[in-house]
């Protein structure tokens, strides 16, 4: 299965500021996902990104807040924009290899921390 | 629409003792089911897989679980737990949009 490399794996950031998380996987894969853990909360899907297109956002989340880049098949990245304490979350990405959906592979999470 | 409920927050068990995670989801049809594990720090790893056919499937770790079409379930179970299960455990399930529901996840506590 595809290995994912996510980035960093954690930090600590003022309210106001914004945070690029990057995800790279060890093979091209067409369809790339971004979810969002909030603490004790189940994992919630912010946005699909798709090589060549615009992400697709989910209902309650907007580009402008969750900017997100996919220049290749392998690399993507995912912006957390003037953030707030509300926005202190695990944020995964992940991939499913030749898009199906029992060869999804999960990146180790960023944990992040708004101050 | 399709949900999840993972009824219990926190599973508390002896190590060696058996195993049982609820997860009960809402959805029109058979969907697809799929039960996850992330330990601290990691991303979540899929345990097992149903899709259609055989009701009890088995997965890694010695994990299994049962589809039950009349009560919505597709419970996890592991007949003897060992401390390195202690974990957070996600069910999800998954329908005509092919964009799994998670459900919040049961956190199992194993006790030596």
């Known amino acids: 299965s595809a290995v994912i490399s996510q980035k960093p794996s954690r930090d600590i950031c003022q309210r106001g500021t914004s945070l690029t998380i990057q995800c790279q996987v060890d093979?091209?894969?067409?369809?790339m996902f971004w979810y969002r853990q909030q603490p004790g909360q189940s994992l919630t899907l912010i946005a699909t990104a798709n090589q060549g297109s615009e992400a697709t956002y989910e209902s309650g989340f907007v580009i402008d807040k969750f900017p997100i880049s996919r220049p290749n098949l392998t690399f993507s990245t995912l912006t957390v924009s003037n953030m707030s304490p509300e926005d202190s979350s695990i944020y995964l990405c992940?991939?499913?290899?030749?898009?199906?959906?029992?060869?999804?592979?999960f990146g180790s999470g960023t944990r992040l921390t708004v101050v | 629409a399709q949900s999840v409920t993972q009824p219990d927050i926190h599973i508390t068990v002896s190590e060696g003792a058996s195993l049982e995670l609820r997860c009960n989801y809402s959805y029109g049809a058979t969907p697809y089911l799929f039960w996850y594990v992330q330990s601290p720090g990691q991303g979540l790893q899929l345990l097992l897989k149903y899709f259609s056919g055989d009701t009890l499937v088995q997965g890694i770790k010695g994990f299994e679980a049962e589809f039950k079409r009349s009560q919505s379930s597709f419970n996890l179970r592991k007949p003897s737990v060992h401390w390195s299960d202690a974990a957070e455990y996600f069910c999800a399930v998954e329908g005509g949009s092919y964009i799994p529901t998670f459900g919040r996840g049961t956190s199992l506590i194993v006790h030596p």
């Open positions: 093979s091209q894969v067409t369809m």
């Open positions: 992940s991939v499913e290899e030749g898009g199906k959906s029992w060869r999804r592979t």
